[in-house]
């Protein structure tokens, strides 16, 4: 077997609109093509030795061990792989359980989709399922020693890809309340909610937090200074940077015992407390600056460690921190006790699990030899030996919840202490006997104030009840739950989305909002280019939706990256589908038109339950995907006699219709009027009927967010086809004698589209510079050549510089044989360069006529035709006041009533 490409999509995607995170195997099964599972001796022996749990694996018919029995009875080895590279993340304790696997039209080669949680790990996960079942079919075993291995690696790349507890515990939260996040590629900071509406968090700093706050917690002698002087009880304490200043230090706070710390740490790293004697104050300092420059000394205060934990000016929970320790048997060495108690299932490496695994470190053994202990010390029954000197989770402490214990005077001087320190959210870390008391009763003091706080020992307390500490962080964030989202209009189609794109951006904009919206030509933030290119897919959206400016987003969604990653985006508020037609077939094992509707399909099911999808009634393709959706549905169509209009709107639903020469929204018995298509610029004075149908969709799109009437007419009468709006999209010019229009149709439907205007030039020759893409199939460029044939009085056949694969010369033959199939005597000629075709055309242009050219590169051709002293055509073009009338004359609405002249 042949694994041909691995994708990763982390969106909803072709394969499922609900599962976002999905690894996309195409794999060619070579010798194994026809060869099901049960002709393959000693397979399905080997798999189940190997695999006992797949089992559990229900498949079809839908029962336990539903699998297993296909693979008994005969199945292929696709599919076989599918659920092998699935098992492999769950025995990891990556809980997956989606899987689809589809053969292609290349014989023998299949298409193998599995979810995953670690991206890495789920492309592990199907590169080991192959290796495990190439094994299993030459050997007939896969050795345990290797599976184990496998399994292990799984686990390293879970635990390296994982997010920190803290941060996973406020993704959840957000996820509960359909606030999307993302990841950043910066500090590990991520992403909560889309453009103006986002928040960022860094563990448990967010965007709100102070920087001095956090610069002042971590300077642990200035927070002392700032507290004692507010009268908040600290430690007596002072800051040495050489060892000959100990001993003054040790006598300045009122001598034994100390505790000597770093200036700047955390977790736990470098602190020794109840020091008693000068040789362990030494060790204690030297422990000290391995992780700060200055030390802290303080007095030793006895008492129990508690964590306050204060978001947003409240005490949300409190937890009583126990160091490292065992208890004694009787029987048991205090290694076989640390062994013992490192086999709790709760227990991992770092912040992995619930509670942290006991490893031994200086003070360790310092605590022991002060008992008088080894490690083959048997503790007597009940004996607690402590095992670190502070109480970090991190270092193998446990936790247990006080929250509903805590005195009302110590939750008032926490708040009062988080307050005077700055922060947001803060640990504050409080020593006392008894935290039912207050402080001044028990001589208790505050130790530290901590920035950036971990939540594990209140999420998941060792003993007492779990708080959701996340909820308040996110109550903070994002207020009366509000959800951080900025509306995302996807806009999706074989023609006209960037035009569309482009108009909804522009109807947006009429409501004062900075709009930030993806093409094919660029992306862009409100008037200005972001980036030039191509980028109608994940990486460009997702652009746009960090950008902390953007209050709307208007994203142009293509093929390519919907098939390549999925959506950059978990719903949009408003899905648009213009058109599915035969354009791009047999790429990306895309075959049909009817599966090309279904990737279509993947931005109208993306749409929320309260947000719209708007479909083009007039094409069945995409009618059909209604019944897939879960939004509220808008049609939009050319007819209004539409038979799906009128039922739909009898049912109250909501359309934009051209009706009677305007274009319309209809919504249950009302109609509303926009404006008449002669006075709307992009239609080309109502002779560009594609242009009319891009305009209604967008109209409604903007309608159905909210965008009033009168803001969609302003935006509609000040859009036009023009250069720097829509270059390349029906962008006309007039050379004197004769006009140019440039459009960048390169497939069937665009060219009949484009027809619609061009057959109604009626004066003068209609001259076109034709081609189309590489990569499209042979029957395609056959079918540009017949469309071509009706359309043109004369025809220049070039390609693209880049012929994607194809020989040179190749796609113009094709094209060529389409014109001569469909009229014999038709004039044509070709030119394989662009350039020199463009140049061709224009020199040979007769008055009156229009050259249409359909180019590879809009901007090369654009300044060809500027270099010719070119101007371009706002407003409809009027070559003979007889034509203008005759091209009214015949410009009727669906309904048959005369469009009336203005």
């Not at 000394?297 to 929970?317: M, P, Q, S, T």
């Amino acid at each position: 077997m042949k694994i041909l490409k691995v994708q990763t999509l982390r969106g909803p995607n072709y394969w499922s609109i609900r599962r976002h995170k999905v690894i996309l195997m195409r794999l060619d099964l070579e010798d194994l093509a026809e060869t099901p599972s049960h002709l393959i001796p000693g397979f399905y022996e080997g798999l189940v030795e190997l695999l006992p749990s797949l089992v559990e694996h229900y498949c079809s018919p839908g029962c336990r061990g539903g699998f297993l029995a296909r693979v008994r009875e005969g199945t292929m080895m696709g599919h076989i792989i599918e659920h092998v590279a699935l098992e492999l993340q769950e025995l990891t304790g990556m809980l997956v359980g989606f899987g689809r696997t589809r053969e292609t039209a290349e014989p023998g080669v299949y298409q193998v989709a599995i979810e995953y949680i670690h991206e890495r790990a789920g492309r592990y996960a199907a590169r080991a399922a192959v290796r495990i079942c190439q094994t299993l079919v030459e050997t007939g075993r896969y050795p345990k020693d290797e599976l184990e291995q496998d399994l292990q690696d799984l686990r390293n790349i879970a635990a390296e890809c994982a997010l920190g507890p803290s941060t996973e515990t406020l993704v959840k939260e957000a996820e509960s309340r359909n606030i999307p996040w993302m990841e950043l590629g910066a500090r590990s900071m991520i992403q909560l909610g889309f453009g103006v509406h986002q928040k960022r968090i860094q563990a448990t700093l967010s965007n709100q937090t102070g920087i001095l706050g956090v610069e002042l917690a971590s300077d642990k002698e200035g927070t002392k200074q700032m507290l004692r002087s507010a009268g908040v009880p600290v430690p007596r304490g002072t800051v040495v940077n050489y060892l000959d200043e100990l001993e003054d230090a040790i006598a300045d706070v009122g001598g034994y015992p100390i505790v000597i710390k770093p200036l700047n740490g955390n977790h736990g790293r470098g602190i020794t407390i109840n020091i008693t004697a000068w040789e362990q104050a030494e060790a204690a300092y030297d422990a000290a600056k391995e992780v700060s420059r200055s030390v802290i000394v303080e007095r030793f205060y006895h008492g129990c460690d508690h964590r306050v934990l204060v978001v947003n000016g409240k005490v949300v929970a409190v937890a009583e921190r126990i160091p490292a320790h065992v208890v004694g048997n009787g029987r048991s060495t205090i290694q076989e006790l640390i062994d013992e108690t490192n086999r709790d299932p709760r227990r991992g490496n770092g912040h992995d699990n619930v509670l942290t695994k006991i490893e031994l470190d200086r003070t360790s053994w310092e605590l022991l030899e002060q008992k008088g202990h080894t490690l083959e010390t048997v503790l007597p029954e009940g004996e607690i030996c402590y095992l670190r000197a502070t109480a970090n989770l991190s270092t193998g402490g446990v936790a247990i919840d006080r929250t509903d214990d805590i005195h009302p005077e110590n939750i008032w001087l926490a708040q009062r202490v988080v307050k005077i320190i700055g922060l947001d959210i803060a640990g504050i870390d409080v020593v006392t006997e008894d935290i039912s008391k207050p402080l001044r009763e028990m001589d208790g003091v505050i130790v530290e104030v901590n920035a950036a706080p971990g939540f594990r020992m209140h999420v998941s307390p060792s003993e007492g009840i779990p708080r959701n500490v996340a909820e308040p962080v996110i109550d903070m964030l994002f207020p009366q739950h509000t959800n951080g989202r900025v509306p995302i209009i996807a806009i999706t189609g074989t023609n006209g989305k960037t035009t569309t794109t482009r108009l909804i951006a522009h109807l947006f904009k009429q409501t004062n909002q900075v709009v930030g919206y993806t093409t094919t030509d660029g992306t862009y933030i409100g008037d200005y280019l972001v980036e030039p290119g191509d980028n109608t897919g994940p990486q460009s959206a997702q652009l746009i939706l960090q950008d902390p400016t953007v209050e709307v987003a208007v994203l142009e969604s293509a093929r390519g990256g919907i098939l390549r990653s999925g959506l950059a985006f978990n719903a949009c508020d408003v899905g648009v589908v213009l058109n599915v037609a035969a354009d791009h077939l047999g790429l990306g094992d895309i075959n049909s038109i009817e599966e090309m509707a279904r990737v279509k399909s993947v931005v109208a099911e993306a749409a929320l339950p309260k947000g719209y999808v708007v479909l083009n009634a007039d094409d069945p393709l995409v009618s059909a995907m209604a019944s897939r959706v879960t939004a509220q549905i808008a049609y939009f169509s050319m007819n209004p006699q539409n038979e799906l209009i009128r039922s739909h709107t009898q049912r109250g639903g909501l359309a934009a219709v051209y009706e009677n020469g305007y274009l319309s929204i209809l919504k249950g018995d009302w109609t509303l009027r926009i404006e008449q298509a002669i006075n709307v610029p992009l239609t080309l004075g109502g002779r560009a009927p594609f242009m009319i149908a891009n305009a209604l969709a967008a109209s409604l799109a903007a309608f159905a967010q909210g965008v009033r009437i009168e803001d969609i007419r302003a935006a509609l009468m000040t859009f036009q086809a023009s250069t720097k709006q829509t270059p390349g999209r029906m962008n006309l010019f007039s050379l004197g004698e004769f006009h140019v229009l440039i459009d960048y149709a390169h497939n069937p439907h665009s060219y009949q589209a484009l027809g619609g205007f061009v057959q109604n030039w009626q004066e003068g020759e209609r001259i076109g510079v034709i081609g189309a893409p590489g990569d499209r199939r042979d029957e395609d460029f056959v079918q540009l050549g017949k469309l071509s044939a009706d359309l043109f009085n004369r025809i220049i056949i070039k390609e693209d510089d880049d012929n994607r694969g194809r020989d040179r010369g190749n796609t113009a033959a094709l094209i060529a044989q389409g014109l001569s199939e469909t009229k014999p005597d038709a004039r044509f000629e070709t030119i394989l360069d662009e350039t020199t075709a463009i140049q061709a055309a224009l020199d040979s242009a007769t008055p009156g006529s229009l050259v249409v050219i359909l180019p590879e590169s809009v901007t090369r051709a654009i300044k060809l035709i500027e270099a010719r002293n070119a101007v371009q055509v706002m407003t409809p073009v009027n070559p003979a006041s007889t034509q203008e009338n005759q091209l009214r004359s015949q410009l009727v609405s669906p309904s048959r009533e005369a469009i009336p002249t203005p």
